[in-house]
């Protein structure tokens, strides 16, 4: 951050620390399995990995397959607690017809990723199948060079299509329409939700706006991609039923996939510390909220706030008491919690998943946006050429570079999480909140500044002050 209060950390070629996560230091370290196990904790989609204890039915692995000289055996390493066995499985792309990209027939698949917790804490894959099927190998780090890393291509490729999707259109662009909208339509800007979460929607709509015609359109990205425009409404029909209101609460969440103790996982350490930076350490939004309601009755009795959740609850969950999102607010509980999750998502959750879009997938061939030739069905086959004619076309490729790197610029009028243009409250209390809040982002600033001095890679995506307060890109 320098001296104007502009956040900017790295200039780019300039490096502060020992290694600065960029697509030049991918390209140095995509082959490798620990880089590849890290991305599932700290790269741009860290939800999909949760902790395994039995193995799916449809992944048949032994002890001789993963643990070949004997070091560990599956069931000591798949126990429930402190367990060391992990998965990853794009089940969610099974079965999706793929793209035809310069006459050619593309390749989607649903890879399976078991990974294990070494006992030197790294996160190493140690079988991959794709679409699980009979004609479908299951590999191993144990088979030749190109047969493993093909395997980790088609992995790498399935999770650009289920982050950029879901991860990041789905959970993040696209609900934080909802919100907003909703609080347009139905509160008005008197009210004290309003003058909170109104500076969380800044250029929101705008972004999704310009995203629906240029990016996420038929002439947009989708020309270069493996599911292409038919397929992309599928995929988000398919992942609408797991954005459930727990998996939006970092805390929930990680609970849910089992991962409270994985060792050097950022996003969860640091989104955790957001997290309760924004909902409880100085009670930020508890305190604004019990400020104005004084007790549950007031909560159920505002028709205002009450139409806010209902229109979430129809028209972005379309109905859906399975997601657990709440149909009216009872009490000032549910409704903190849910204003926390709210402003969570459109602030740290965001950053999190759209940040280092160009870091992690500048250097194609860790994130390849399709892929034009079939996975092998026979180990053996593959080699430095058939690899490079898997990957997409020159063509594709840069359309797809430009897109990463525009995605993630920060913007010239950006805003980080806290700093507020406007003074909507006038009341002492909330502005004295606000103050606050704003001095706990800077002592989360400095110790993830502390904490980054000792990493290889420094985690920075979640730095209060590299964290937007809107989605705006
Ligand atoms: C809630 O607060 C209002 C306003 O102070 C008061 O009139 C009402 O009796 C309270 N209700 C309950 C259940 O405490
Ligand atoms: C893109 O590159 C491929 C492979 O080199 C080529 O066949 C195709 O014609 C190119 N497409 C365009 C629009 O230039
Ligand atoms: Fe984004």
């Not at 607690?81 to 006459?103: E, M, Q, S, V, W």
């Not at 996003?267 to 009670?283: A, E, K, P, Q």
């Not at 999190?352 to 053996?380: C, E, F, H, I």
Request: charge should be negative; aromatic fraction near 12%; hydrophobic fraction near 40%.
């Amino acid at each position: 951050r320098d001296s104007s209060g502009h956040s900017q950390i790295y200039s780019w070629g300039q490096k502060k620390f020992s290694s600065v996560l960029s697509p030049d230091y991918v390209q140095q370290h995509w082959k490798e399995d620990a880089f590849f196990g890290y991305q599932f904790l700290n790269g741009v989609n860290p939800m999909l990995i949760r902790r395994c204890t039995a193995l799916p039915s449809n992944f048949p692995v032994t002890d001789d397959m993963v643990f070949p000289s004997g070091q560990c055996n599956l069931a000591d390493e798949l126990k429930v607690t402190n367990g060391n066995i992990f998965l990853c499985d794009y089940k969610l792309l099974d079965g999706l017809p793929a793209n035809t990209i310069n006459g050619k027939k593309q390749y989607l698949m649903a890879p399976l990723v078991l990974l294990h917790k070494t006992p030197d804490d790294n996160l190493m894959p140690i079988a991959i199948q794709q679409t699980p099927a009979e004609d479908n190998p299951i590999f191993f780090p144990t088979d030749s060079e190109y047969d493993w890393l093909m395997a980790k291509i088609f992995v790498r490729s399935a999770d650009f299509t289920m982050h950029g999707l879901n991860v990041h259109l789905l959970r993040t662009h696209l609900l934080a329409e909802v919100f907003a909208v909703s609080l347009l339509r139905n509160v008005p800007m008197v009210h004290p939700l309003y003058k909170l979460l109104v500076p969380h929607t800044r250029y929101t709509l705008q972004t999704n706006f310009l995203a629906r015609q240029l990016l996420i359109s038929k002439t947009g990205i989708f020309p270069f991609t493996a599911t292409g425009y038919d397929t992309f409404y599928s995929v988000l029909r398919r992942s609408l039923p797991s954005v459930t209101f727990s998996s939006l609460c970092i805390p929930d969440d990680i609970a849910e996939r089992g991962l409270e103790d994985v060792p050097n996982f950022y996003y969860r350490n640091d989104g955790l510390m957001l997290w309760n930076t924004i909902n409880r350490c100085y009670n930020f939004v508890e305190r604004i909220i019990t400020y104005y309601y004084r007790n549950d009755t007031e909560v159920q009795q505002d028709s205002e706030l009450q139409k806010w959740i209902s229109d979430i609850f129809e028209h972005g969950f379309l109905s859906q008491t399975s997601t657990g999102i709440p149909q009216r607010f009872a009490t000032i509980d549910e409704l903190v919690k849910f204003v926390t999750m709210v402003i969570f998502t459109c602030s740290a959750q965001h950053a999190a998943v759209n940040s280092g879009q160009y870091d992690y997938g500048g250097w194609m061939p860790n994130a390849p946006p399709t892929l034009q030739r079939p996975p092998p069905t026979t180990k053996g086959t593959t080699s430095e050429a058939t690899m490079m004619q898997t990957f997409p076309d020159v063509n594709a490729t840069v359309q797809i570079m430009s897109v990463l790197w525009l995605l993630s610029k920060e913007s010239s009028d950006f805003v980080p999480l806290g700093q507020y243009q406007e003074d909507h409250f006038t009341e002492d209390i909330p502005r004295m909140l606000i103050k606050c809040f704003q001095a706990e982002l800077e002592v989360l600033n400095a110790v993830i500044k502390a904490r980054n001095n000792g990493l290889k890679v420094p985690y920075t995506y979640m730095d209060p002050v590299k964290v937007e307060n809107s989605i705006a890109i």
